[in-house]
Structures are given as structure tokens and as C-alpha cells.
């Protein structure tokens, strides 16, 4: 098991049954140290999974030597979020992930993480919350090098973690609209779970019929797929403790796999990269936003580096 | 109805000359940034130098109006010192205001600046009491603006619960995304919305046209809309483009139509709601734009106040032909 490698939340709307054989196989087959579990895109999904069938799913993998920590609604705002919130900010002995400042309130002092959905840009934010107890930063899929840098050293001086998302596709938007629904013309109050339909987003194209992002209900996302495997080292360098990749319906075991033996240096990043594309992914592979270009940009490393 | 509190109208100033209309039209607040990265309209010919700062907010206090200032986007690491200098400076000529989204730099003026007014900004995304209860705390926070995606109903609940004062867009340009929650333009053209205080940047902007006589709008590598002949091309805004999907015949706005806030109608209800200040989206206007609606909308709340009918036949003309909402306030089928 790798304690740097992370499995993100799940982002989109899978069958329970689904989910639960994922993290099944997760717990069995897969080298990540910690698994990113919990709703946070869209209130209306907790019934199916969440209030049913999380705590077994959490103990499950803890019982397979993961860390588990809950991941929180990234946008908060009717009475039901509110008080979902709330009751997970008071649990005890896991960690909470903040993706919005809701839960700060009643997280002060208490250690917690924050998420890949919270604005946190600069080494003065991160300061201020881990002076509040945030001992953890995923950070935004925005960031270029140069910034994560600079948070990698103020991490280090905090005592923080810092986890960067280097495979799937990338958080782009919220909103409090469902795009999912008005694809399909109807409402998020009438939604009828539609966002099921696309376990790994829906894509919209442009006009001239090329693909360019993915609707998975009130959140957009890249087209692209991120693959920072090529920048593992250097991203350890900067002071990135932890390596989060997204759930997709790709092999994920594949997927973990491959990056445990980059980041053991098992294999090279050519084999890695390798063993990637041939997922079956017909996204491309993107790494841009780390290079400081358009975030859908693929910049091949020896350019990157000249 | 006697206990109404009278909102103020907060007015855009991209300009000095801007600034000086919204003055003169009557409006009790206006609010405006710097020439650089640190406020999120930070487009080429708009903003203040800091000479232009201290005599636009010497014009304005003398008229009677306040001057906000925005510092309402993320500093990246590294960078923070700008954002601190600008809360320097805004102190130094005596601003208002500060409206911001950043934590770090709340902290600054809270720890520099105790007497320094903090708004908190759209940016900040703080659509909960929980939320805007962490700002207050924290930072000491005055009032909020609030994210456009509140009914006013949730907004009238929410306003029991708050310690602080609350603002709310009623005209003009209607993001869908939550602001201060989007990277669609880094993602197309490396700029970024949150730490450069670029949506959809002009040099990142082509229009084609085809044989046909459609035209296409083009943001970096992607089209962002296509317009027949008989069309008026709009200006690519990643939000406000049409696409593709597999449950649609042909391209349809996927986020939302070009549309444009026009919350007049419910200025009455809002007020009752108990909301502190209106707030008037437009720092990219003219100033004759900006004279026109904020004379527009002074005359309406003075109206309301005066429990007379506000005339608001005028601001359909401002809206330039394009169609209105009432965005998320009226109801929660918007989502």
C-alpha cells in the first residue's frame, strides 16, 4: 500500500451496487493509502448510497488498511445541506474534507482537510487555516507549478499536507443549476436522477462537433483527463505529500497501479504512461493547468522542461 | 411596512468618468478597482490609477456617496503583497469599503485595517448562513454580497439569521457559474478568472465567418457559439455559448440563454425581504449607460420608499434587445 496515493470522491452518480463492488475491489486489489468517501456534488444523491450504505463501505476499506476520511457538499444551501453538514462536521474520530466554508464554522480547532473545491491560492490562506486546524490541502486543478510551489513550502514549514489531483477529469465550475436536467429540459427539482445516465460525465461538444467539457449535474468538468504521472517526482520536490486520482469507469485498479509503480519507481514514466492509454480512455490526457498554459493543453515534459 | 430600511444603491465605475455619472445620477455607494489583477474585471481601458482613485473618491464623498472598493480576487502564492498594497492604498485615500473574496486577504485588513469596512464579495461564494457566519466571525465582515442564486424567499430566511448586512445584483449581466467557482477560462486559454481577474479574454477572442454567412465565435481553440446569417453574434462567454449533447437535436445553450438580469419588478419585495443595498452589475458601461440605469433604478427605490409605482419602462431600452430574468430570485425552478 502506498500512503501517498489517495482515491478522490467519487463525483458522479453511480447505481449503489456499483459503488459498493468499486470500493470492494478498492480494498482488495488497490494500492491507495486513503479513500476519499461522501457526496459532494449534489444533495439529492445521498439517499441512494450515502445514508445507506457508507458507513459499511467505510469500514470495509479501513478494515483493509485504508485511511477513509468523508468528503463534504461543495455547494451549501438548503436547509438539508445544511444540516447534512453540520451533523458530519461533528463527527468524531474522522476527518472531515471542507469543500465549502460552511463547515469551517463549526470546524475550528478540530483538525479537518481541506478540499480540491475550497479556494485556497496563496500561502496566507493556507496559513490562517491551519492555524484554525486544517492539516491537509488538496489543492484546486487550476494551480500552476509555480503556485503549488510556493504552498509546498509553506506546507512544509506548517506541517500540512498537500495533495494534488493527477489523474481524471478536472473540477472546472459549480453552479447552483443542474445541466444534467436542462439537457434533458427538465429541472433539478424534476430531475429524475437523469446525471445517472453518464457515470463519467456528459459531454458536451461545440458546434463544430468537438468535444470540449462534461456535465455531471450542477459541477463542469474537462473534457480531458488529467495525467500528471510524467511530474510525480518533480511534484514531490515542491513539497506534494499525497497524489489523488478521480474515480472513473476505467479500471482504476489499472490506474492506481500504475501510478504506485511510478511513484516506487517500479517502472518508468514511459511504461506508466503506457499502461494509462491503454484504459481505453477516449478523452486525451491533459496536464496544461500544471504547466501555466490553457488547462487542456497536453505539454509533453522535455518541452515543459527546455 | 414602516420599519422598511431604505437599501442603498450600489453603482459600477469602471471609469473615472463613469464614476462621475453614478455620482450624479444618485447613487449612494460606488465600486471600483485598481488597473491590475487584483479586482475581477480586469480588462484593458478600465480601472483607476491611484491618482485617478483619490480624486474619483474626493468627487464622490463630496456628492455625498460612498466609494467601494474591489480587491475580489485570489492572490496567488507569491503574489499577496499586491493585494496587500491595494488595501494600503485604499485606506491611505480613504475608501469606504473594502469588497473581497480571499481569506488572506480579509486577515490583512482585519489585522492592518480594523476600521477599514469589509464587504464581503460575490466571489467569496457564501450562500449559507454558516458560510457568511464563518466571514463575520473571522474577519469582522459588514455585509455580503450575496451569490445570484438565491430565491428572495431563502434570501428573507437567510437575512434572520445573518449578523451582518446583505447586497443583491438586481440589473445587468448574469453569470450562471458561481462566482469565484469557475475555471472554465483557464482551462481555455490559461488565463485565470480567480487570480487574474480574466473571464473569457478578448485576446483570446475570433469571429469567423463562413460561406454560408454564419458567423462563429471563437474562445482560444474552441467555438463558443455559431450564428446564422440572421443572427447577432454574440461575445464568446464560455457560460453563454451554445453546444452539443447527446440528449438534443443541434446546439442548445447548455448553462444558460444570453439573458440579462432585470430584477425591477421585485425591487418591492426584496426591500420588504430587508435587504441592505442593491447592487448594479456593469463596470465594462459607458457612462451614459451607467447614467441611465442608475437614475433609472434611484427613481424606482425612491419611489417604492415613497409608496408610489416606480416607472421602469426605461430600463428595457437599456437592455439592449437582449432578453430579461429575474435570474434565480423568483423561483427554484431556475435550477
Redesign the interface.
Known amino acids: 500500500m502506498n500512503p501517498s496515493l489517495t482515491l478522490g470522491p467519487n463525483l458522479f452518480h453511480w447505481p449503489a451496487k456499483q459503488r459498493i463492488d468499486f470500493y470492494n475491489r478498492i480494498a482488495d486489489e488497490s494500492p491507495v493509502g486513503t479513500v476519499y468517501l461522501g457526496e459532494v456534488i449534489c444533495s439529492k444523491r445521498t439517499p441512494f448510497f450515502d445514508d445507506v450504505h457508507l458507513p459499511a463501505v467505510a469500514e470495509r476499506l479501513e478494515r483493509a488498511g485504508k485511511t477513509v476520511v468523508y468528503s463534504s457538499f ?4 438548503i436547509k438539508r ?2 444540516n447534512i ?2 451533523e458530519w462536521s461533528k463527527q468524531e474520530g474522522r476527518d472531515l474534507e471542507v469543500n ?7 470546524l475550528k480547532d478540530r483538525p479537518h482537510r481541506i478540499g480540491g ?1 475550497l ?1 485556497v ?5 493556507m496559513s ?2 491551519a492555524g484554525q486546524g486544517a492539516t491537509h490541502f488538496s489543492l ?4 500552476p507549478r ?2 503549488i510551489a ?2 509546498g513550502e ?1 506546507a512544509r514549514e506548517l506541517g500540512v499536507g498537500v495533495e494534488v489531483q493527477v489523474f481524471g477529469r ?1 473540477s ?8 444534467h436536467a ?3 429540459e427538465r ?3 424534476n430531475c429524475q436522477f437523469v446525471c445517472g445516465e453518464d457515470p463519467d460525465g ?9 468535444p ?2 462534461t ?1 455531471n449535474g450542477i459541477q ?1 468538468l ?1 473534457y480531458g483527463y488529467l495525467d500528471l504521472m510524467a511530474d510525480l517526482d518533480d511534484m514531490r520536490s515542491i513539497g506534494v505529500t499525497h497524489f489523488r486520482v478521480m474515480p472513473h469507469t476505467c479500471d482504476m485498479i489499472a490506474v492506481t497501479r500504475a501510478f504506485d509503480d511510478v511513484l516506487a519507481g517500479r517502472v518508468d514514466v514511459a511504461e506508466g504512461e503506457a499502461k494509462l492509454r491503454e484504459l481505453g480512455i477516449e478523452a486525451p490526457f491533459i496536464n ?2 500544471y504547466r ?6 497536453w505539454v509533453p515534459r522535455v518541452t515543459e522542461m527546455a | 411596512m414602516n420599519a422598511m430600511v431604505k437599501p442603498e444603491l450600489i453603482c459600477p465605475a469602471g471609469t473615472p468618468a463613469a464614476l462621475r455619472s453614478a455620482v450624479d445620477a444618485g447613487a449612494d455607494a460606488v465600486y471600483c478597482g485598481y488597473q491590475n489583477a487584483t479586482n475581477a474585471r480586469n480588462f484593458v481601458g478600465l480601472n483607476f490609477t491611484p491618482e485617478e482613485m483619490e480624486n474619483s473618491i474626493r468627487y464622490a464623498h463630496e456628492g455625498g456617496t460612498k466609494v467601494l472598493i474591489t480587491l475580489n480576487t485570489f492572490p496567488p502564492a507569491g503574489k499577496v503583497e499586491l493585494w496587500k498594497e491595494m488595501v494600503d492604498l485604499s485606506a491611505r485615500l480613504g475608501a469606504d469599503a473594502c469588497i473581497v473574496a480571499d481569506i488572506a486577504v480579509a486577515a490583512y485588513i482585519r489585522d492592518n485595517h480594523p476600521d477599514m469596512r469589509i464587504h464581503l464579495s460575490v466571489q467569496a461564494a457564501a450562500s449559507s448562513p454558516e458560510a457568511i457566519e464563518y466571514y463575520v466571525r473571522e474577519f469582522g465582515v459588514k455585509r455580503v454580497v450575496l451569490p445570484r442564486i438565491m430565491t428572495v424567499s431563502e434570501i428573507r430566511d437567510l437575512l434572520k439569521e445573518i449578523p451582518c448586512e446583505v447586497e443583491t445584483f438586481i440589473f445587468g449581466n448574469h453569470g450562471l457559474m458561481v462566482e469565484g467557482r469557475c475555471s472554465l477560462t483557464t482551462y481555455v486559454t490559461g488565463q485565470s478568472t480567480n487570480m487574474d481577474g480574466a473571464c473569457s479574454p478578448a485576446a483570446c477572442v475570433k469571429y469567423e465567418r463562413a460561406d454560408d454567412g454564419s458567423m462563429s465565435t471563437i474562445l482560444g481553440d474552441y467555438m463558443i457559439d455559431r450564428f446564422g446569417p440572421e443572427e447577432t453574434a454574440g461575445y464568446p462567454t464560455i457560460c453563454k455559448g451554445r453546444y452539443k449533447c447527446d440528449a438534443r437535436d443541434g446546439g442548445y445553450y447548455a448553462f444558460e440563454e444570453p439573458v440579462s438580469l432585470n430584477a425591477s419588478n421585485m425591487l418591492p419585495d426584496l426591500i420588504t425581504a430587508g435587504v441592505h443595498a442593491f447592487k448594479i452589475e456593469g463596470r465594462q458601461r459607458s457612462k451614459a449607460y451607467v447614467k441611465k440605469v442608475v437614475a433609472a433604478f434611484r427613481e424606482a427605490v425612491d419611489s417604492i420608499m415613497a409608496g408610489q409605482e416606480p416607472k421602469l419602462a426605461d430600463l428595457i431600452a437599456l437592455t439592449e434587445g437582449q432578453k430579461q430574468t429575474e435570474g434565480a430570485l423568483k423561483t427554484k425552478k431556475w435550477r
Open positions: 461543495s455547494e451549501v444551501v445541506e445544511r453538514l453540520m465549502n466554508t460552511a463547515a469551517l464554522l463549526h473545491l479556494n491560492y496563496n500561502e496566507d490562506t490562517y487555516l484546486l486543478p487550476e494551480l509555480a503556485t510556493r504552498l509553506k478536472a472546472l465550475a459549480l453552479s447552483a443549476r443542474c445541466y436542462r439537457a434533458h429541472t433539478k427539482n456528459m459531454t458536451l461538444k461545440t458546434m463544430d462537433e468537438k470540449f467539457l456535465i463542469t474537462s496544461g493547468f501555466g498554459r490553457a488547462g487542456h493543453d
